[in-house]
């Protein structure tokens, strides 16, 4: 076992222990193509958290989710979340078409599904095989690796795949 793959093992550990999920970041990589390689299967206006954030999937992704529900075992999901732009009196600024206006990209989050990967949470955190990750607007992994948000947010949806977003997946073209 190569000393990076220890390393990760041990820091999950004592990230558990303190109640903390630090996700397996370093397993999960941010791809280079997917701007232009994946899908844009949907935009969604986040007007609480005053953010707007476009969802991409491959298009292998996105056959599955149709034929069957689940994702398969090499699935990589990106999320990029946008400031949106605030109004004077700092409410989101709107379009034409009722959708909030993007401001800067503030950051990039990947899941990723891989077979045996999540098996070291406990149940109340597991959120089946996948594991996340956080990138700077630069493409550069985040030094902030706390996923416990995301784990604790997803296991509400273990029936779809842990996945919020697999109706669209499901209907997008």
């Excluded at 947010?153 to 029936?159: F, K, M, P, S, Y």
Aim: glycine share 6%.
């Amino acid at each position: 076992m190569d000393k990076r793959k220890i390393f990760a093992g041990a820091a999950v550990a004592v990230a558990l222990a303190s109640g903390l999920a630090f996700a397996n970041t370093d397993l999960v990589g941010l791809p280079a193509d997917y701007k232009t390689e994946y899908v844009r299967y949907a935009t969604v206006d986040r007007e609480d958290l005053k953010q707007v954030r476009d969802l991409y999937a491959s298009r292998a992704a996105l056959a599955a989710a149709q034929a069957t529900g689940v994702l398969p075992s090499g699935t990589t999901l990106v999320l990029e979340i946008y400031g949106a732009q605030l109004d004077a009196a700092q409410n989101p600024v709107k379009g034409a078409d009722g959708r909030m206006r993007k401001a800067a990209l503030a950051n990039v989050f990947i899941m990723e599904k891989r077979t045996g990967w999540g098996a070291q949470y406990p149940a109340d955190m597991r959120n089946g095989e996948w594991e996340y990750a956080r990138f700077t607007p630069a493409g550069t992994r985040h030094d902030d690796r706390n996923m416990t948000a995301c784990f604790q947010c997803h296991t509400r949806v273990a029936a779809s795949d842990y996945l919020f977003s697999l109706p669209a997946m499901r209907m997008a073209r």
